[in-house]
Nanobody
Framework: VQLQAYGGGLVQAGGSLRLSCAAS????????IGWFRQAPGKEREFVAN????????YYADSVKGRFTISRDNAKNTVYLQMNNLIPEDTAVYYC?????????????????????WGQGTQVTVSS
């Protein structure tokens, strides 16, 4: 499994960015893909995830209403549309994936639950 995250950059507060996570190496129909971020001096934290097959999504409270996660099955790519960015969103953003345990209703928001990680992409929001 390989994940490649890209799309980061420098943006002013109130602006928007769209991150992409290209997945390869297997069929992801039974997988969940998540976005996490890590700011300097802080632990990596959950941002959002999406179940590949059903498209069900889950968001951290800090980004709810501003960020939208989606997927393109044909391109094996997951997107994170980030609107109304604030300086506190500044971080390295990572995408990660794991298989969904059969019958599990877990929301999979813990970093330790994910087996595969992509490289990060830097997002910097200036005030």
């Amino acid at each position: 499994v390989q994940l490649q995250a890209y799309g980061g950059g420098l943006v002013q507060a109130g602006g928007s960015l769209r991150l992409s996570c290209a997945a390869s190496g297997r069929t992801f129909s039974s997988y969940i893909i998540g976005w996490f971020r890590q700011a300097p001096g802080k632990e990596r934290e959950f941002v959002a995830n999406i179940r590949w097959s059903h498209g069900n999504t889950y968001y951290a409270d800090s980004v709810k209403g501003r960020f939208t996660i989606s997927r393109d099955n044909a391109k094996n790519t997951v997107y994170l549309q980030m609107n109304n960015l604030i300086p506190e969103d500044t971080a390295v953003y990572y995408c990660a994936t794991r298989s969904i345990d059969f019958g599990s209703s877990s929301r999979y928001y813990r970093t330790g639950e994910y087996a595969y990680w992509g490289q990060g992409t830097q997002v910097t929001v200036s005030s």
